[in-house]
Each structure stands twice: as structure tokens, then as C-alpha cells.
């Protein structure tokens, strides 16, 4: 029996068992398993269940909401199905113990005690659709349970209710609809504007993005996009140009929205943002409603600085009864439509079933959005590291200047360990998820790091530097390079034109230990200000002060330079972020060339 992860053998003490992922019977009663391959490989979860004696050899899956007939014949072929809908929470809690899956939809809460109660039986649970904010990964994964969504099957659903409202929108159909309802005729009152000639601004051109993009095309409508990620040649194909985020708001017509929610993004369209745009800018939102702060949005339409909203999503759904945002009458909205078509329906209950089917027979699912386990013995020895790749990761991404898509990177590993005995699998995918999990709604993990990757067009090599020395410490330092990008920190910029860092880990901390070519040495905790200067003396006293008036905790401070009186690159951790203001006055000391605050 052979897996794409190891080989390993087996020791059967029952003749006659059925190896799946589910199972009322003790694994450890029933066989072991023994990896018989060098290098440390993933602890897979395997579960035995009984052919014999009347037992179903069967899985059972609970469907907690409607799901799509062809989906529900593609797990009845594998699977025992049991559909219960609108399950209180003590209800599903009592009902999981008796299950190996679980799909659900946004409306059912997959929290701890969930996984809990399932007493490890629990062995999938499906999101039939894209977002997951309703599971707890990291309950999942404690209780060895793989999640996976379905994030492809409603793209040209979510693309078309997009355009749909920036139609309505714009030729006020709503509301004209209301009023003719109502008994009025009021032609004059909804005059609306066209859209051929207009420029569009699509913010997050990833799937749902990008064709939003052709379709608008197609009404004669000029496209811009912003997004990091997007292969400049992809946009190019369709005819798009990409542009910083600042010149997609200031420059555009219409805006329409698809990114997805995260720290990042949150409330990415706010007062400072809305006074950036032209007046009368319209805005269409089918992606997340955290991404426009609600209440500032409000305040825009009352200015007139934004003339119209068309909106599928909100902060808070469904929102109150009161919200001011809803009752306005220039805002258009639905119940987060985006994806309610037939068509996609259908598509995402088969899209989610062949997950869960393939899960449960063991495979290892594209679509997994959490990490697999461990050997805790590889673990706690790449621990650190671990960590250190995900923060290399994050501060070389944001080092990438507005506009500039991230497709090359290459990763060094110095080490003293022969090949064999260095498994970059897991610091791989932690930079990978460095990379992309700022700015997109992807979990990445080892399952889908290589996937997740190759889907947003970023190509990651790797390379061994071999030293001399003792092999007790796995690495000596992790070097991250991103190609063919702009930096919005010049000094990030090797000698050979890539944006570079560099760390190691010292006393089990990771460390940022060279920003292009200058050489720091500063502890990757809280956050980071980089600073080129003129190095001259009371540099750090000046910067220092700044902040601590400020009341900003410097935790670490390093200074590289390349000579004596020439540059340098002063490095700073600080424990908060600092206020705009305080950031300014540090960009206003005169020896002070450039500066960038990256946030861990």
C-alpha cells in the first residue's frame, strides 16, 4: 500500500478489515503502522473499519443544509447519506458522533465542540462554497479533521450577478421598479448614466476579478485592476492594464470589489480611501462586506463624493432592519446572491461531494484548507523555522511595490544536512503562505501550498547551499528572493535586482538578518520600520525618540551599513503600529532617504 506522502508497511491483526477514514472501532486494537522511509514524513490518519459481522463498511455523511440532488447521488454511491437540516447547535453535537463527514453551507457553525463531540470520528467536513469563516481550523486540525471548500464552481455566477448590479445600478432599476409599483411614473427622477466609456477599477482580479473584467469589456467599458498577485500577461489577454491601488480609486468611474476579507483588506475602503476618488464614483460589492466600512460608505453617499452602491454582501448578515446603509436610497442590494444559480448550485454540490469522497478514501484534496499533521518530533525541530518561513514570506510580499505581480520566487536553504535528511516541504508551503494568505481568503498548508501557488501564477524554486560544519541544527538561514518586481523599499534590492531577505533563527527566535544588501539583525516579533539613511551619528537616538513620544515600544533595533559615513539601513521592531502621523515624522527626519513599515 503506497501513498504520494511515504511507503509504510502494515501489520494487520484482523484478517478481514477495510481500510478507510472512518470507523466506530479503536485503531490501535485493529493494526499499526510503521514508516519505513528516512526522511520524516507526514503522520497520515488512517482509520480501520469492520467488513464482518453486519457492520457497514459504509461512511456515513450528515448534509446540515440543502445541497444539490447530483451532489447527494455522488456520495450516495460512496457513502451512507443522512440530510438534516437547520440543526440547533446541540443537535449537530449529538448527531456528529455518528459521522465521518460533514457538509455544510455558510449557516451552520463548525466551532470546537463540534469537533469535540465527534469524539475523532469526525474525519471531513465540507464547505460547499468558497468561504470558511464558519468552521474553526484550528480545531479541525487538532482533532485531525481536513476541511475542504469548494472555491471554483460559482466564479461565472458570482462574475454575472456582479455585472447585474452594476447595470441596475447604474440605470437605477430598483428603484424605478419600487416606484412603479408604488403607482408613481417618474421617468425624470431615474435618469441614469451609460457605462460604455466608463473606466472600471476591479480590485482582487483572481477568478470572480477577471471575468467580471471581460464581460465588462464587452460593454465597451475601459478596464483597470489591481492586485498583486495578477500575471501582468494574463491581464494584458483580456485587455486590462494593472495599476497601484491608489491610481484604480482615483482614476475610476466604477469600482468594483473582489478581494477577499482579511486583515489586510478590512475596511480597505474607508473615509481616507472614499476622499481619494473621484466625485460621483459608484461601487459594486459581491465579494465580503467587512471590506468597506459601512458607516464611512453611508457618510460618502451623503457627500456625494460616492453617487451610487449596488451591494450582495455586508458586514453583518442579514443586516438590521434599521441599517441606514440598506434604507439608502441611492444603494441597490440583494441577500448575497452571488452564487444562487441553478447552474452553480449544481456545480458546487458536485465540486464539494468529489472532495469529500476523495477525502475519505484517503486522497489528498486540492481544495484542503487546512495543514495535515505532523510527526511531533519533526515539529518541534522545524518549529522555529516554520515560523521564520511564513515571516519571510510576509515581509517580502509587502516589500513589493503597488501594481507589480509576484510570479518569481526563489528560496535558498543553507544547511549543513545532506538532502535526504531535509524535508523543505513544510518551510515551502509556509513561505508560500507567507506570500499569498496577506492579501487572499487561501489557507495554505502543505496540502495545497504547491496548488495554491501554481493557480495564482507564482512559480517558487528551491536551492541547497551546502556547508561545512555540524548537521545538529537543520538550517542556518532561509533567503527569500522575489524577480521582475518594484520595490516599494528601494534598498530591498540586491545587486542582482531581486528584492532579497534573509533569516535565521537565534535562540530559538527567528531573525531578519539581511534586507538586500545590507546586513541587520533584528527579532521578527510584533512589527518592523525599515529605514535607509545617511549613516551619520544620533541617528537612533532621533528615530528612537519619535517613538517613544509616540508611545511605540521599540523591542529591537539593528543597524547595516555598507561603510562608515555612507548608507545604512537601520532596522526597528516595534511591539504596536505606529500612527500614520508618527511614521511621517520619522519620514521627515532629513538623513532619512526612504522608509517602510512591514507588519508581521
Not at 478507510?20 to 473499519?49: D, E, G, M, Q
Not at 460533514?102 to 469537533?115: C, E
Not at 489591481?226 to 494574463?234: E, F, L, Q, T, V
Amino acid at each position: 500500500m503506497a501513498t504520494s506522502a511515504a511507503s509504510y508497511a502494515t501489520s494487520l491483526r484482523q484478517p478481514s478489515l477495510k481500510l478507510s477514514l472512518s470507523s466506530k472501532h479503536s485503531l490501535s486494537s485493529l493494526f499499526s503502522v510503521s514508516f519505513n522511509h528516512k526522511r520524516a514524513p507526514p503522520r497520515l490518519v488512517i482509520i480501520a473499519s469492520a467488513a464482518a459481522d453486519g457492520i457497514s463498511s459504509k461512511p456515513t455523511v450528515l448534509i446540515a443544509e440543502k445541497l444539490g440532488q447530483v451532489g447527494l447521488d455522488l456520495l450516495k454511491e460512496f457513502a451512507n447519506v443522512d440530510c438534516a437540516y437547520n440543526l440547533s447547535p446541540e443537535e449537530l453535537c449529538t448527531k456528529i458522533s455518528l459521522c465521518d463527514a460533514l457538509i455544510v453551507r455558510s449557516g451552520t457553525k463548525v466551532n470546537r465542540d463540534v469537533f469535540e463531540s465527534s469524539a475523532g470520528r469526525l474525519k471531513v467536513v465540507g464547505r460547499a462554497g468558497v468561504g470558511i469563516d464558519n468552521v474553526d481550523l484550528a480545531a479541525a486540525t487538532e482533532f485531525g479533521c481536513l476541511v475542504v471548500n469548494a472555491p471554483t464552481a460559482n466564479t461565472v455566477a458570482a462574475a454575472e450577478h456582479g455585472i447585474a448590479l452594476l447595470a441596475a445600478m447604474a440605470r437605477n432599476v430598483a428603484q424605478a421598479d419600487a416606484s412603479v409599483k408604488a403607482g408613481k411614473w417618474q421617468r425624470n427622477k431615474y435618469v441614469g448614466v451609460s457605462l460604455v466609456g466608463k473606466t472600471l477599477a476591479v480590485l482582487g482580479f483572481g477568478k470572480v476579478g477577471s471575468e467580471v473584467a471581460r464581460r465588462a469589456k464587452g460593454l465597451g467599458m475601459h478596464v483597470i485592476a489591481h492586485d498583486p498577485y495578477a500575471p501582468a500577461d494574463r491581464a494584458r489577454a483580456i485587455g486590462v492594464d494593472l495599476v497601484s491601488f491608489d491610481e484604480a480609486i482615483a482614476t475610476a468611474d466604477f469600482i468594483s470589489l473582489h478581494m477577499p476579507l482579511t486583515p489586510a483588506t478590512s475596511k480597505v475602503l474607508n473615509d481616507e480611501t472614499f476622499g481619494k476618488m473621484k466625485k460621483g464614483v459608484r461601487i459594486v460589492n459581491v465579494a465580503r462586506g467587512g471590506v468597506i466600512d459601512e458607516e464611512a460608505l453611508v457618510r460618502a453617499l451623503d457627500s456625494g463624493r460616492v453617487a451610487q452602491a449596488a451591494l450582495d454582501v455586508f458586514t453583518e448578515e442579514p443586516p438590521p432592519a434599521d441599517s441606514k446603509l440598506v434604507q439608502h436610497e441611492r444603494v441597490t442590494v440583494t441577500p448575497h446572491l452571488g452564487a444562487s444559480t441553478m447552474e452553480a448550485q449544481e456545480g458546487v454540490a458536485i465540486e464539494i461531494a468529489e472532495a469529500v469522497v476523495g477525502a475519505l478514501k484517503g486522497e489528498l484534496a486540492a481544495t484542503a484548507v487546512n495543514a495535515p499533521m505532523v510527526p511531533a518530533e519533526v515539529l518541534t525541530e522545524l518549529k522555529p523555522f516554520v515560523e521564520l518561513a511564513e515571516k519571510l514570506g510576509r515581509l517580502a510580499v509587502q516589500l513589493v511595490a503597488g501594481g507589480s505581480g509576484v510570479k518569481t520566487v526563489k528560496v535558498s536553504y543553507a544547511s549543513s544536512r545532506a538532502p535526504d535528511d531535509l524535508d523543505t516541504r513544510l518551510l515551502r508551503a509556509m513561505i508560500t503562505k507567507g506570500l499569498i494568505e496577506p492579501i487572499s481568503d487561501v489557507f495554505v498548508n502543505l496540502v495545497n501550498a504547491d496548488y495554491t501557488a501554481k493557480q495564482r501564477g507564482l512559480r517558487l524554486t528551491e536551492e541547497r547551499i551546502l556547508l561545512d560544519g555540524s548537521p545538529e541544527s537543520p538550517l542556518e538561514f532561509i533567503q527569500v528572493q522575489i524577480a521582475n518586481v518594484e520595490s516599494k523599499f528601494a534598498s530591498a534590492i540586491s545587486e542582482s535586482g531581486e528584492i532579497k531577505v534573509e533569516g535565521r533563527v537565534k535562540d530559538g527566535v527567528p531573525h531578519l538578518t539581511k534586507v538586500g544588501s545590507f546586513e541587520v539583525d533584528v527579532s521578527l516579533e510584533g512589527s518592523i520600520i525599515l529605514c535607509r539613511q545617511v549613516d551619520q551619528p544620533g541617528m537612533i537616538g532621533k528615530v528612537g525618540s519619535i517613538l517613544g513620544s509616540e508611545n511605540v515600544n521599540v523591542s529591537f533595533m539593528s543597524v547595516g551599513r555598507v561603510a562608515p559615513r555612507k548608507h545604512a539601513v537601520m532596522a526597528i521592531g516595534v511591539d504596536e503600529q505606529p500612527r500614520k502621523e508618527t511614521l511621517k515624522k520619522i519620514g521627515d527626519v532629513p538623513a532619512i532617504e526612504e522608509f517602510v513599515f512591514l507588519k508581521l
